[in-house]
């Protein structure tokens, strides 16, 4: 499990991360295609306005406004965020267990390397599946049991034995 989200009334975890993870990227792209609609609009009314009667500002732009702004930003910083885990193959939880497993590493001289790790291009294959035309598509049936996943240490393994 990832955590709980209330936007889907759901727990996020491995059967249905890759879904939750393009409803937020569909969501950023739908709140910045809609502020490009309501920009426009806009602007296109009131010169519009201007010409006819001089000058007038419809409200309900700015009600539109005062309520996407806010929504896209914050969907955005949420997107951000996924982002960043996706890349280095982490969950919420794991990244906040991660920050105590490096301070109590750096504390006694070590260096603390998330098992999971596999680099960008591996990491993202493990969350949005093998075919790159997919990844924007919510299905997630190349996902395993979950009750297995490969590590870091797997092929650093697999090198050593050859």
């Not at 879904?19 to 502020?35: K, Q, R």
């Not at 969950?91 to 998330?114: C, D, F, P, Q, S």
Request: glycine share 8%; aromatic share 12%.
């Amino acid at each position: 499990m990832d955590h709980h989200c209330v936007w889907i009334n759901n727990c996020v975890g491995h059967a249905n991360y890759k879904v939750f993870f393009v409803f937020v990227l569909y969501s950023v792209t739908a709140g910045i295609h809609s502020l490009v609609l309501l920009v426009g609009s806009a602007a296109y009314d009131v010169h519009r306005d201007q010409q006819q009667s001089g000058s007038s500002f419809k409200t309900p732009y700015v009600i539109c406004g005062v309520l996407l702004v806010p929504l896209t930003v914050a969907l955005s910083i949420l997107l951000g965020w996924h982002i960043y885990l996706i890349l280095h193959n982490k969950t919420t939880i794991e990244y906040h267990e991660g920050v105590r497993a490096m301070w109590l590493a750096e504390k006694v001289g070590n260096v603390y390397r998330h098992p999971y790790d596999l680099g960008v291009y591996e990491n993202l294959v493990s969350v949005l599946g093998p075919n790159i035309l997919s990844w924007i598509c919510p299905t997630s049936r190349h996902i395993g049991s979950g009750l297995r996943f490969r590590t870091s240490y797997d092929s650093t393994l697999s090198t050593i034995s050859r």
